[in-house]
């Protein structure tokens, strides 16, 4: 069991531009999920997916914000377009959805847009 | 709908004082609730949950919780603070759905 790994661990763009990040779960687990956390705030829940299926989205998931996980594996987050208000740490978490759906943090990414 | 309150951003304790960080929590069904520790520029590391079993909780690092249904509350405390316990914890209840509704943090710092 290696944890949730999550790349890259920073990223700083400028406005406007598109970047994506990456997450690979606990090898077994199911369920992965995006949070974002801003400086001082809990995480915010944006998405998650069960095997390959988009689940749930939340309203913060912008029409800019496109999440994949297309074999049920890693997973994906792309944001187009960026914007300042973007800026924020991006964690990935996973979980076993048979068992208490305990979910486990990956290091997270922070995204600085200037 | 589920949401979480923790009572004070911030808690100042000396070492080898008792710790206690609040949470209240609202939640339409019967919740599992967790506590989160972060370290800075760090993701959320397990620290106990509660899902319905023993209402008093263990977890790692000495720190325990106890659910009180009538009170809805799922406080995290510790008996003897240490410099290493410094960190930013989170509450979060489970919408049982797959999401995680954590609160704002408590920022914990423990003074030699």
């Known amino acids: 069991d290696t944890g949730v790994s999550q790349n890259p661990r920073h990223k700083i763009t400028k406005r406007g531009q598109n970047v994506t990040f990456r997450c690979d779960p606990i090898s077994e687990h199911n369920r992965l999920y995006w949070y974002r956390q801003t400086l001082g705030q809990g995480p915010e829940f944006l998405t998650y997916?069960?095997?390959?299926?988009?689940?749930?989205k939340s309203r913060l998931l912008s029409d800019r914000f496109s999440a994949e996980r297309p074999k049920g594996s890693f997973s994906t987050l792309e944001i187009q377009r960026t914007e300042q208000g973007d800026s924020a740490m991006y964690l990935c978490a996973s979980s076993l959805v048979a068992s208490d759906d305990t979910q486990y943090f990956g290091p997270g990414t922070r995204l600085t847009v200037l | 709908a589920q949401s979480v309150t923790q009572l004070g951003s911030h808690v100042s304790v000396s070492e080898g004082a008792l710790v206690l960080l609040r949470c209240n929590y609202s939640s339409s069904v019967p919740p599992y609730l967790f506590w989160y520790v972060q370290y800075p520029n760090q993701g959320l590391q397990l620290l106990l949950k509660y899902t319905s079993a023993a209402t008093l909780v263990k977890g790692i690092n000495g720190f325990e919780a106890e659910f009180k249904k009538s009170e809805t509350s799922f406080h995290l405390t510790k008996p003897s603070a240490h410099m290493s316990d410094a960190a930013e914890y989170f509450c979060?209840?489970?919408?049982?759905?797959?999401?995680?509704?954590f609160g704002q943090g408590t920022e914990l710092s423990v003074k030699p």
């Open positions: 997916f069960q095997n390959e299926a988009q689940l749930e």
């Open positions: 979060a209840v489970s919408d049982r759905r797959g999401k995680l509704i």
